[in-house]
């Protein structure tokens, strides 16, 4: 799995027609920035509203995933959204001129194809994981339902269905590693009963259906008129079937390629919960509307684990985005001056660093003798060092300028730093920088409690040759 978050390289474009809408629609892949996420935009209504993918936003589950915001409604998410949980791509911006993805071959892989085709950028940021520490499950005993997570530091996920036919069994799908998603998961095909077609029909859905994007499984021996019936529905000339199996006699990809498509819509559904996730995902007989629900039991155990949402998430198993080393290249600092240890996150208007506060530091001989004390005018000048080392981000030569005070402005100390505490900054820039002069506003954590915050306000001067 991943540990840095990722976006695509370039723009790419993929066309064709809604499964439930039939409306045509250009569906274009943008880069954004960390933290980004996935987000929907409607570029055909005014205003260009956005979507954010999220649980909270579903409002439909018939026959698909459907999120609606800001008065833009987008069906059927899910196969795009495998797509970029499969490919582990972290940060899209989605924009559609139609209100639902092409269904293209019923699948993800053209998806996955031309995202690969885009190529993948790793960013300034480590992904923020929510790993399962205690087993969720969700039930639905009138459909016979059952998901289960399970804590593991991994994404594995394994499906049975069983629909009682003699044409489509008990099947199972599972993959080990999200890795595997591109090659096994992603080409798999939505599909149906045949005795659901005529009432999809008459729910106004699968206008945009085709035997080329979706399986229809014929579980019973089917007349010449109901034949000729389903040709006209798809407007073929003509439609066939052997006695019990597949419209069209279209052929299978995998053996268990229903089981496999319920797996992709899962990966899909759970991309709503917001993060990626670090867990062993059971479901027996899943859907759509099982997906959601168990998504959203997840979301909520997020939100009842959260700390404050605007302290930066940080995990010191996982590597720096800037270690010490690249610290040094950047800032001109050096001991006893050098007061970040590690950078885990950047983008263009934030930064998050740490400090670990020792009694090694030659100022706690004096400062107090048997009361050390981290001196506020350090954890400050830590925090400008955090928010130096985005300011100088913006050049191509960090190496070449120097960075100066011109301001601390509402400064305010809440609780004494000890030896043996972790600070954790956050620097967020007020304004894009300009004349090289930037202000941001800086804060400082030790175990989720603000113990320091200020605007600070510096500039950028080219060192003289």
């Known amino acids: 799995m991943n540990i840095k978050q990722h976006t695509i390289k370039k723009a790419v474009t993929v066309s064709g027609v809604g499964l439930h809408t039939g409306v045509p629609v250009n ?4 880069p954004a920035k960390p933290g980004h996420g996935y987000k929907f935009q409607r570029v055909d209504l005014e205003g260009q509203p956005i979507v954010d993918a999220d649980v909270d936003n579903v409002v439909d589950l018939s026959r698909g995933t459907t999120i609606e915001q800001s008065g833009a409604r ?3 998410v899910e196969h795009t959204l495998a797509a970029l949980v499969g490919l582990e791509i972290d940060n899209v911006l989605i924009q559609l001129d139609g209100p639902e993805p092409p269904i ?3 699948s ?3 998806f996955v194809e031309v995202l690969e085709s885009a190529g993948m950028e790793e960013q300034n940021a480590l992904r923020n994981y929510f790993e399962i520490t205690e087993e969720i499950r969700y039930r639905d005993k009138d459909r016979n339902v059952e998901i289960a997570a399970l804590p593991l530091n991994d994404y594995r996920l394994t499906v049975m269905v069983d629909y009682n036919s003699p044409v489509l069994g008990s099947q199972h799908a599972s993959i080990t590693d999200i890795k595997q998603f591109p090659r096994e998961i992603a080409a798999c095909r939505t599909f149906c009963f045949l005795h659901e077609l ?4 008459r ?29 006209s529905l798809f407007g073929k000339a003509k439609v066939e079937v052997r006695k019990e ?18 797996l992709l819509d899962m990966v899909g559904d759970l991309a709503l919960a917001g993060r990626p996730l670090k867990a062993q995902i059971l479901a027996a007989r899943p859907g759509h509307a099982a997906n959601v629900a168990f998504a959203r039991k997840i979301k909520r155990k997020m939100e009842e684990t959260a700390t404050k949402s605007h302290i930066p998430p940080y995990d010191p198993k996982l590597p720096a985005v800037l270690d010490i080393n690249d610290i040094a290249r950047i800032l001109p600092h050096r001991y006893p001056f050098r007061l970040v240890d590690k950078v885990f996150y950047m983008d263009e208007n934030t930064v998050a660093g740490v400090k670990n506060v020792t009694i090694n530091e030659p100022f706690f001989e004096g400062h107090f003798p048997g009361n050390p004390v981290f001196p506020g005018v350090f954890q400050i000048e830590a925090m400008a060092q955090t928010g130096g080392i985005l300011v100088l ?32 900054f956050k620097c967020e820039l007020l304004a894009p920088i300009k004349r090289g002069i930037a202000k941001m506003h800086g804060e400082a954590y030790v175990g989720g409690t603000l113990v320091c915050e200020a605007v600070l306000t510096a500039s950028i001067v080219k060192k003289n040759k």
Not at 245 to 262: D, M, S, T, W
Request: glycine residues 6%; hydrophobic residues 40%.
């Open 74 to 76: 987008i069906n059927t």
């Open 393 to 424: 981000s913006s050049v191509p030569d960090p190496e070449n300028y120097w960075t100066y005070f011109l301001s601390i402005e509402n400064c305010r100390f809440k609780k004494m730093v000890l030896p043996g505490d972790t600070l954790i």
């Open 203 to 231: 729910q106004n859905l699968i206008k945009g259906g085709d035997l080329n994007n979706a399986i229809v499984i014929v579980d019973r021996v089917i007349r010449d008129d109901e034949l000729d019936y389903l040709a």
């Open 104 to 106: 293209m071959d019923g």
């Open 198 to 201: 005529e009432m999809l029909h």
């Open 27 to 30: 569906m274009t892949f943008l």
């Open 245 to 262: 199996g597949i419209l069209n006699n279209v052929e299978l990809r995998y053996k268990n390629e229903p089981a496999r498509h319920k």
């Open 108 to 110: 993800s892989i053209k």
